[in-house]
């Protein structure tokens, strides 16, 4: 069997295998996503998204005369926040509202507008998302809720069918709004009461609660706002397409999603990896857990999906993902207008000794390193109390102390990020020493660098000319930081290629599937399973049918004792459980025991079978897999095996298609690793051919999404390769993959 | 053998053995813990802080006539706090300081004082002690640094001397003061900027800054401080002094340390024991990593302690161990002056979807369930978006809505503690729903319960009358309240007995120890570990020690096929890394080219010696053993065995004494423990016999500290019981226990 042998070692550079079957289906992922994204998408969501958020012209319909409901205060907020366009509120009797004028119906507007607001009832929305269309609207929000949340799939549907018809894009329903605060813009046209000051960070919200609680936070930590968009319902458009238009967007530094659903995740993949290669895309997913789960579904009317799935989409996408919201913006802070940390060492430099020594814990946890910053800075501190790092300058540092010690650390070609802490007491000369920070940072602009402020009822949110975020406790700030540099690690790691797999019988697999769905979905037999995984050159240890205690015996001399005798039923799942599995049999006699025994569990159907194979020298036992997701497509699983799997959960998934660089992290990635690598004179496992099982297994998902569920456990080292010993498949048909043009990108 | 039987079912309450050896050895800790620390600490203790913590009069040195510096800031602060006492600047030349009369030495003073603050050059601190203390003041705070942190730990020796002998207590040196919000009291003796406001939680800090951070934060969330005590570097006045201070003061709701070290681990696990019975007990242990620990060192001359040893001492002693400072400063908010939750059911009720998914989420990651909420209760939610749990009211919900659905979900019987969640937007009506929220709450005092304000800038920190915390996100208000469920839930539970064992020779343990260390500390050979082991009836595998092929094949058929063949080597620690162990051997042949190997590894050595073993069926392989922590005691573990031990980490220690409780609890917290109840057909673990294996450590422990390392790995279930299949044991000679009444106490 050829294999990607010698060129998969870790640390070389991936193989970029040469086009054979299909250009884009071998390419090198960092070269193409991009290039896919740019030609096929990027251009037309610029240009269907520019009425959304970059209007020339807005009109508001919905909005009451006393001033009071959702859109009235929607046109209060555009017309305060001072849109640099036309705003028309359209309203049947009124001349005036919010003291702009107002037109009977969208016919009358001295131009056709590129985007309208609808706040008006729910039975209503139809007919002026219609009028609006036909009086040459380009986009619309829809704030009124009331469409597939509360169970109306169908008015929601209605809705997007009449915004096609007039070529419009359409926010919600059932949403807030959006807002852009890029100076040329300055629209404000949502009902959060907070508006958010200008600043680089694009954010998009499925719920209108998660949203304004960000705004509120990023108002109250200075946090600057770029766009922002309340999705709603994502009847039209979504994540996906906020994505592909932020990716071009010069305001957008760093994007924010919360989302609770994925219409099309392997869409989502293709973008935001594109995206984050780009620029941070950092998200909160709600519903990881199975109440979180169903509090959505009862909201947001979406499909719930799993959170195996997506925590593989976000890893292999680059997507930061953070598990509070707190958590997020605190992140997003750290990478909005800073540098990315070229690795993973951090400066600590305070005037408080706990507050170093809590600083040191959260970079342990965050997977920081505190190096020593060297002799020369340790000279330049020789008055601090403590020069190691984090560097200790004593209660009673004054602004100059600080000053240098930053310096210091900065320049000392030890750290990758800096963090500033500054605990002031009744003695501190608070305003001198915050200046101070602020100008040795201002100094270092190449430097990741936060601040940790305490003892202050009322902190400075930033510090410097840089605008240094300031935090409250140091533990946030090292964690944000750390999660900016595990990012950055992300960025400068190749993606890797999807290499070219010799010894594949891609028709072979394929007939075989067809002919055995012919019998309906199901478990299959083992040999027909290893049939299946022969045709993609998947390595099992022997296993032999018998039909007698004489023939198991036979066999088991002709494999070498110690041998397993084995039911191979695809209903018994899980064997050890059900006495149908006798292992390290040493003898004839104790071989005819046990196929006596397995033979009498299976009788009487037709389907099962008694099996011998050799047993394995011991070694470490791994496991390895497909799941088939409907929504996100397939998933391959590495992880420990053995009968421990589930409960030791030390498992990775990938989706598809998994690259050379996928592959190798996924066994790196295992708890496990230094029992792979030869644990206390264990047989080291071969991860090269281990490597090339997964990168097979992902191709094999590819070609037949029909396997639903593959199951290689344990799959066991032997001196050459891995096998495995034991394998369950279930086959089920799919209907059209949702995706089409993914699918054919992979 | 006999055991602890059928008396140890988990659920069953624990048995309390009668008094044998001694009463106090065998006793029920519950009632216990309490009456020790009564009889013999708290009045004392009580008797000497109240001079430091609720002084009558207070005199300052080091205060400057610029009023700049640390000890007029503190003099400034007395007395703008409004002391309740007498305040008495001492100065050799100032008529007055802050307006209030100063005197010239201690001996001019009008009474003698309570309490002294002293903040004078480190040079003078001992001379200026010295006259306090003639002059009769009964406690201290030294303010100035420059002890031993700075590494003169001769100087601060001295000052205890001199408190010492004038019979006064100390709090520092190194430190920023005390503080006590007591209207009584009213002593704000700190030179923190913030003073708190008054409330329920005292607060102890081994670090200035942590302290300082916590006050600014508490005062930011409105979280109210009883007292805080800046430790410094903990000359005298310890975090324990303080827990048994607080113990039986009305005023302290509940208590919070941040500690870097313990001086005296063993008193901490009793006091706080004792302490977590009555009210909440939390920590934030500074230093957890290897790097943090460093610092630490490097700040207050603290010993680095394992942070598996705080772990352990902390969960046994119901201390609310949290990760950062803002985790432990939210479960106060939840915890002070409000009931404890009866249970892990949470309700949720907002306007926000989004929070809601947000809130299920973090309710599964605290081990909370979101119960359904019953048929009345959802029939009064028939207006809610939904009327599942989270109930989700919509963003319309006017302050009614929340008024009846809180009604409704505190009233269901279907819920522990309860969330409220209000996300604002332009068209709510905030102080009505505020308030609102507030009533609906104070309806319901008997309810834990927490709530979320998103949206606005300036959010309240309390809602009601019954202060209900209000937080940003629902992240953190969920976790809270997870981490005071699971802290009730500790309350409640049995800390069990030390049981009586029967079977066990103390006496002949205590000899063989003791002619064993007369060769010197080190490993002993496992035949010297059984024989110990064997005097606490603790079952080992048997194990044959041979001196010959013919030897090793007689001994193999006499133990019955298949068998192992090993060194006796106490210098190889991981056997199955060197060659010199053969397990699953067959037949003759095998064992004597197994025993041929073996010797020529251990030949030359008189120490090393070649044994035969039986092997056991497959089945769960555990890991038991003993570590000794010079400051902490021995620790007893219990963990997953097997090769993978080190690599999946699911091991759990306890301190003595190990209870029976203690010893369940160990074996039903590993994350392996459906592998012990019999998983896919292995066979199930004797639990009971688990049990006592762990108790018999824990008494063996508790007699021979000189055991330093025990390693029982793998221990096996056999048909009646567990069995240690290899072990390893190091010897070492130990000091006087530092605590001589804690280990009576045991």
Redesign the interface.
Known sequence: MLRLARRLAPDAPMPYADGVVDVVLTADLDSTFADEVAERERAAERMSLRPLLDPVSVAIVGASRTG???GA??L??IVEGDFAGAVYPVHPEADTLAGVEAYPSFAQLPQPVDLVVIAVPAPHVADVLREAGAAGALAAVIVT?GFA??GDAAAQRELVRIARDHDMRLVGPNC?GVVNTARSVRLQAS????APEPGGLSLA?????????A???A??TGLGVHSFVFLGNKADVSGNDLLAYWYDDPGTKAVAL?L?SFGNPRKFARIARAVARRKPVLA?K???????R???L???AAAATSDTAVDALFAQAGVIRC????QLLDTARVLVDQPLPHGHRLGVV????????????????AGL??LDLGERARGRLACA??A?N?V?L??AADPGAFAEALDAAGTSGAVDALVA?F??????DVEGTLAAIGDALDAMPGLPAAAVV????D?PTVLGARQVPVF??P??AVAALGRAADYAAWRTRPLGARPDLPGIDRAGARALVDRLLEHGDGWQTAADAAAILACYDIQLTPAIRVASKGEAVAAARALGY?VAVKADDPRLI?K????TIH??L?DAHEVRIAYAEVAARVSGDESAAVVVQPMLD?GVELAAGIVHDPLFGSLVMAGLGG??TD????KQFRLLPVTDADAVSMWRSL??L??LEG????RPVDTEALTDLLVRLGRLAEDLPEIAELDLNPVMPVRYGVQAVDLKMRLARVGDEPDPVARRLR
């Open positions: 009071r409901g959702v205060e929607i209060a907020s809720a949340e509360t807030l009902f959060a009461l907070d919200s499925q719920s209108g609660a998660v949203g304004i609680a705004l509120a936070h108002t109250r919360y609770e909160v709600g519903g990881r857990s199975e109440p979180g169903r509090a959505g009862s909201h947001t598990d509070t919201l707190e305070g005037n408080a000794g706990g507050a170093g020594v809590l600083a040191a814990d959260a970079a342990s946890r390193a505190l109390a403590s190691a984090p200790d004593g209660a802490v605990a002031a007491t009744g003695t501190s305490m003892g202050l009822a902190p409250a406790f533990e946030s110690p899980h050890t459980g059900t006495g292992l390290g040493t011991a009968t421990a409960i030791m959960d030390d708890r496990s230094p029992l644990y206390r004179g264990s």
